[in-house]
């Protein structure tokens, strides 16, 4: 991927974080300035979702639909690591080194959202280097791609957004094992400061400490053929 093409992402994920996000009326209101902040290619993939939106303008109905679709089915969770790790101890390290990702390029997760909130990811993705942006998708496109195909098992509008995910990158997704079952208990971790109730979903911190960890987003055997693949 060329420089110009990878600079011109941020504007798309910081879109896309919005449009995944639970729907309230400021955003939804915002939807012809969010449209057209995008590309033509862009606007013209997620042309789906766009139009479900704006053709569904009682708010109660679209908070409805959003929850059957993402809170209740686990196959379409948006937390990432839960594709990965499932109710696994794993998972809460997973988040922790994902957290000292945020941390190292200076953003601080609001604690209201735990760090592997799709959208919390996406705004992340727009708000770093795009080099950076374009390395961490790659290693998530695996988990993100099979988040689409699920949601396009089920004609969901949302799948168009993931099929752009996949549009941004040049890894290859590959299948992934069904994740694990186990012991969540000791996963539910407090992440960053009190909660307050107030966006964004991520803030801008002073320069600190970069103790990062590599992220595990899938197991070692989607990974592209290295033996640093680390411990799912």
């Not at 110009?4 to 939804?28: H, I, N």
């Not at 004609?155 to 994740?179: G, H, K, N, W």
């Not at 407090?190 to 911190?205: C, I, K, N, S, Y």
């Not at 002073?206 to 640093?228: N, S, T, Y």
């Amino acid at each position: 991927m060329d420089a110009q093409t990878a600079s011109r992402q941020a504007p798309v994920f910081s879109v896309l974080s919005v449009l995944l996000g639970y729907p309230e009326q400021d955003w939804l209101d915002a939807l012809p300035e969010l449209h057209a902040a995008l590309p033509a290619d862009v606007r013209a993939r997620l042309a789906p979702l766009f139009d479900f939106l704006d053709r569904n303008d009682d708010l109660i109905d679209l908070q409805e639909q959003y929850v059957a679709t993402f809170d209740r089915r686990a196959a379409h969770s948006l937390h990432l690591f839960e594709h990965v790790h499932g109710e696994s101890r794993d998972r809460g390290q997973a988040m922790v080194d994902l957290r000292n990702e945020y941390l190292k390029h200076g953003l601080e997760p609001a604690a209201t959202e735990l760090p592997d909130y799709v959208p919390l990811f996406l705004e992340f993705l727009g708000q770093i280097p795009a080099e950076a942006a374009e390395a961490l998708l790659g290693d998530a496109i695996h988990v993100l791609a099979r988040l689409g195909d699920k949601l396009s098992e089920t004609d969901s509008p949302y799948a168009c957004l993931f099929a752009q995910l996949r549009a941004m990158t040049d890894v290859q997704p590959e299948a992934l094992p069904d994740p694990p079952e186990g012991d969540m208990e000791e996963t539910l971790i407090t992440f960053g400061p009190q909660a307050d109730g107030t966006e964004p979903l991520m803030m801008r911190r002073p320069a600190g400490g970069d103790g990062a960890q590599p992220i595990v987003f899938h197991p070692p055997r989607a990974r592209k053929g290295g033996p640093d693949g680390g411990q799912a």
